[in-house]
């Protein structure tokens, strides 16, 4: 099975000058625990800025995060993979790597996203039958 078979493609994008209580409401709003970061210019790359990120984010500040914007929590570049990749490689990634998210990138546009939420959910329908 392919990554673009299963991946999610609405995917909520944020400004890296965005500040990070603007991106933790968006996060609350869309019900997601990861945000893309946008790229700056055509040749830049994406990012991703988690809920893990923020709470590090939020412990080195002590609590306050007033000044703090995206740029300053994503991971950039953000790992990522083909739509034409097989399932298992994505899941070696993420295990490899120790990380929860791949964007799924086409001649570096975003396509989409896949977790390994999404890897696990495919596994358990094969294994029900």
Do not use: W
């Not at 400004?15 to 869309?30: D, F, H, T, V």
């Not at 990861?34 to 984010?57: C, W």
């Not at 740029?71 to 298992?88: F, M, R, T």
């Not at 120790?98 to 939420?117: F, P, Q, W």
Request: charged residues 25%; proline residues 2%.
């Amino acid at each position: 099975m392919l990554v673009k078979e299963i991946m999610q493609k609405e995917v909520i994008t944020i400004s890296p000058l965005a500040s990070l209580k603007e991106a933790l409401k968006l996060m609350k709003e869309n019900d997601v625990k990861a945000l893309i970061v946008d790229k700056s210019n055509p040749h830049d790359a994406y990012g991703i800025i988690t809920y893990t990120g923020i709470l590090k984010a939020i412990y080195a500040e002590g609590g306050d995060i007033d000044l703090l914007n995206v740029y300053d929590v994503a991971v950039k570049p953000a790992i990522s993979v083909s739509g034409e990749l097989d399932i298992k490689y994505a899941a070696r990634l993420m295990v490899n790597f120790n990380i929860k998210r791949l964007l799924v990138i086409d001649n570096n546009n975003l396509e989409g996203l896949i977790s390994m939420t999404d890897i696990i959910e495919v596994l358990f329908k094969e294994l029900e039958g």
